[in-house]
């Protein structure tokens, strides 16, 4: 091909180009968008107590629950809706509260270690011995729980699952926290808040241990 028929051809070349660029472009802009959708941001807040008990066999079971009339609730509760973001570790759930005796939450946190999720708990000394800790739980079924040295407590309220969602606030892991008391939790998959929580939990982890 001559010079002549090179430069016959270059205005073409240019629009292929152009159009090539325009497609790359739009398939990179609908990947994010899609990146993007998949990753639904959190931003939620929880306060209890809760006015009504949910029915566990209507959220649990296969079956559902089979009790007419049921006293229990089946619509969604705030403790229902804090237990469906426990119910969904994949990877991992790192346990910072003070006080953990409420088994329905004990419950779960099994459940997903059962399935292969590493679950972590740090709790409070004085705790351990109160009256329906679920500490001997974790550790009978090979839950590493830590807690830290007095004379000071590990006051925490958090929970981080799959080191992308932390639930924190003034919230105990127990029943009357559930049910009784003026309670708020606050849920979010923001990095600026997730990260923080992540850097506590490693530096008490690190602290809390027996050898330390």
Not at 34 to 40: C, N, P, S, V, Y
Not at 41 to 55: G, H, L, S, W, Y
Not at 92 to 98: N, W
Not at 100 to 108: G, P
């Amino acid at each position: 091909m001559s010079l002549i028929d090179i430069s016959n051809h270059l205005p073409k070349l240019g629009l292929v180009v152009a159009v090539m660029g325009l497609v790359e472009c739009t398939r990179q802009g609908l990947s994010y968008l899609q990146r993007k959708r998949a990753k639904q941001v959190i931003r939620q807040v929880i306060f209890f107590p809760d006015k009504e008990i949910a029915c566990k066999d209507f959220f649990d079971a296969i079956e559902g629950c089979s009790r007419v009339p049921c006293d229990f609730s089946h619509t969604q509760t705030g403790f229902r809706h804090l237990l469906s973001f426990l119910k969904s570790a994949k990877k991992s759930i790192d346990i910072a509260v003070y006080c953990i005796s409420c088994f329905e939450i004990a419950d779960v946190v099994l459940q997903r270690h059962k399935v292969g999720v590493r679950v972590r708990v740090i709790t409070d000394l004085s705790m351990e011995a109160a009256f329906g800790s679920q500490n001997h739980r974790f550790m009978k079924d090979g839950i590493r729980v830590q807690t830290n040295k007095p004379p000071f407590l590990m006051h925490h309220k958090f929970v981080i699952i799959d080191d992308e969602v932390v639930c924190f606030g003034s919230f105990n892991w127990t029943s009357q926290a559930v049910t009784g008391n003026n309670e708020s939790v606050v849920v979010t998959n923001d990095p600026w808040v997730v990260e923080p929580f992540r850097g506590e939990f490693k530096k008490l982890w690190f602290e809390t241990k027996p050898d330390n």
